[in-house]
């Protein structure tokens, strides 16, 4: 029970840190460089992860941003999308913001059958 809990938790924490980017990003028309940039106009403070205590981890990806827990074992880089099918069932303790561009593109089949 409290693994999940933590799994959880982790998921929330990351919602609400995104939930600030985005306002940023709205605010500032760019996303932040690094989390602090977020304090005190948009979070109070950072969240803890909680598996390690420590803050959140964010990067830059090719298409966006994201926010991410360590994980149970720490070793979560945030690539889950970046390395892993979409197809496939896997444990994410991450939160993807896309950039505008990428928002609502039509999916390739989609695209196909128009």
Avoid at 46 to 59: C, F, H
Avoid at 66 to 73: A, K, M, Y
Wanted: glycine fraction near 8%.
């Amino acid at each position: 029970m409290f693994e999940a809990y933590l799994g959880l938790e982790a998921r929330i924490r990351c919602a609400i840190v995104a939930l600030a980017l985005e306002r940023f990003r709205g605010s500032h028309d760019r996303w932040v460089q690094t989390l602090d940039e977020l304090c005190p106009n948009f979070l109070a403070r950072i969240p803890a992860d909680p598996y390690s205590g420590q803050a959140l981890k964010y990067r830059s990806t090719k298409d966006g941003v994201v926010v991410f827990s360590g994980g149970p074992d720490g070793k979560l880089r945030g690539s889950f999308r970046d390395d892993v099918p979409l197809n496939r069932l896997k444990l994410l303790y991450e939160f993807r913001l896309w950039n505008v561009p990428q928002r609502r593109l039509p999916k390739k089949h989609e695209a196909a059958t128009r």
